[in-house]
């Protein structure tokens, strides 16, 4: 970038226009642009550095405590209850309840229906028409009514007495016995015993590893060409500094910008 720069400037300062004599006045000369000093470029080692990554695997382990546990037995006793029996002749008796029936009587009635008549007098008369079109109606004549006698008869319901015997039935009890064999039980205690398992545990160390795959980061170094240039006066170049392979930074007014 410094030697595309100072090239410029170079040519710039080449093709610059030259004025002579202007306007026949004299012929004085006019003074003389200095040339470009030239750029003096040479190539220095630098030491760059790098990270690459190292895949690694291996096993990492811990020490864990985990219970370890087995089966013991104990012996275990214990009074158990048990039924002891005998036969024994046993005099049982019951109550039992004989039926004992007697006659007793009760009135009932038997329904039967009667017929009854009554005498009754209505008047029979003699009826004319009176009244004109529709409202025309019988209405009996005055003096020929005469009362005549009817029989009413109809049918009486009615209730006769009579009495019935019925049987009356009572329970009366009676005790009866019998000799039976019968089981006389009583309860002793009988110890048992028993080997009873049991779990007994203990915390013992064990190697609890997994697998851990990592990359770790390695920095690397490798020396390159570096082309260094100056701009002819000399500010540049450092000999001592050319010669143990570093890098001459420049600072301030002539640091080189990178855009």
């Given at each position: ?10 040519l ?21 642009r ?82 009854e ?73 009988e ?19 997994q ?34 392979g570093?890098i001459?930074?420049?600072?301030g ?7």
């Amino acid at each position: 970038m410094k030697l595309i720069i100072f090239f410029g400037l170079f040519l710039y300062g080449q093709s610059a226009p030259q004025y002579g004599n202007i306007g026949g006045s004299g012929g004085q000369t006019q003074p003389q642009r200095a040339p470009a000093p030239e750029v003096s470029c040479r190539t220095e080692y630098t030491t760059i550095w790098d990270t690459e990554y190292i895949e690694t695997e291996k096993q990492e382990c811990n020490t864990i405590y985990v219970n370890s546990c087995s089966t013991q037995y104990k012996k275990k006793c214990a009074n158990v209850p048990r039924q002891e029996c005998t036969t024994v002749q046993d005099r049982q008796c019951s109550t039992v309840y004989n039926e004992v029936c007697v006659d007793q009587y009760r009135t009932e009635y038997d329904s039967y229906t009667e017929t009854e008549c009554s005498t009754e007098y209505k008047d029979d008369c003699e009826f004319q028409w009176e009244g004109e079109g529709n409202a025309k109606v019988w209405v009996p004549i005055p003096g020929t009514c005469k009362s005549n006698p009817y029989e009413k008869c109809q049918d009486v319901p009615k209730q006769k007495e009579r009495q019935v015997a019925y049987p009356v039935c009572n329970k009366v009890p009676e005790q009866k016995c019998v000799v039976v064999p019968k089981q006389e039980c009583r309860t002793v205690q009988e110890q048992k015993c028993s080997n009873e398992p049991y779990q007994k545990c203990d915390k013992v160390p064990k190697q609890d590893c997994q697998s851990v795959h990592k990359k770790i980061p390695n920095r690397i170094s490798r020396r390159v060409p570096k082309k260094v240039c100056d701009d002819g006066s000399g500010s540049g170049y450092n000999p001592e500094a050319a010669g143990s392979g570093s890098i001459a930074v420049r600072s301030g007014s002539d640091a080189i910008k990178f855009e």
